[in-house]
């Protein structure tokens, strides 16, 4: 019996290939694009979570002007750094989603593939018991002749 064999099979391979280099890609992306949120978001907490304490100092005692200044100068600091951080934020944002999208087309490109494999398989299968089938009444033929 003859084995199968996807003609195709080399380009499934370089595609599942790509796929793989393009996810890593992606990831990387993503990664980069995370790390600048965390970046932003650690530095909103800080200063938020300064304020907290400020607030609720002022609750039980008296809260100097040199407190304030500082609160304020930190609002500041950190808005300035969500400003500058805002554009490449973006910037790696974008770059993330056009790596996805390559991605998934190269998913799509290589599931493609795998399902005209899988298709010429189940013909290959179809056509391997016709010719069993064909066998066993030419033996069957053959036997009842003698």
């Given amino acids: ?20 280099e393009q996810k890593n890609i992606l990831s990387k992306a ?10 932003r978001d ?11 304490v400020l607030y609720s100092q002022m609750k039980t005692q008296s809260v100097s002007i040199q407190q304030l200044q ?4 930190l609002q500041g600091q950190v808005n300035q750094l ?12 974008k770059k993330m989603e056009q790596e996805r ?7 799509k490109d290589r599931k493609s593939m795998e399902l005209l494999k899988d298709q010429e398989l189940k013909k290959y299968k179809v056509a391997q018991q016709r010719s069993e089938v064909l066998e066993m009444d030419e033996i ?7």
């Fill in 101 to 107: 999208v390559k991605y998934n087309k190269l998913v």
């Fill in 1 to 20: 019996m003859k084995k199968f064999n996807f003609k195709l099979q080399k380009i499934l391979d370089i595609r599942e290939k790509l796929e793989l």
């Fill in 42 to 52: 650690e530095n909103i907490a800080k200063v938020d979570l300064s304020r907290e």
């Fill in 140 to 146: 069957a033929k053959n036997f009842t002749k003698h």
């Fill in 30 to 39: 993503a990664s980069e694009y995370q790390q600048l949120v965390m970046k």
């Fill in 82 to 93: 969500s400003r500058s951080l805002a554009i490449p934020i973006e910037e790696k944002r």
């Fill in 70 to 73: 500082t609160i304020d100068f």
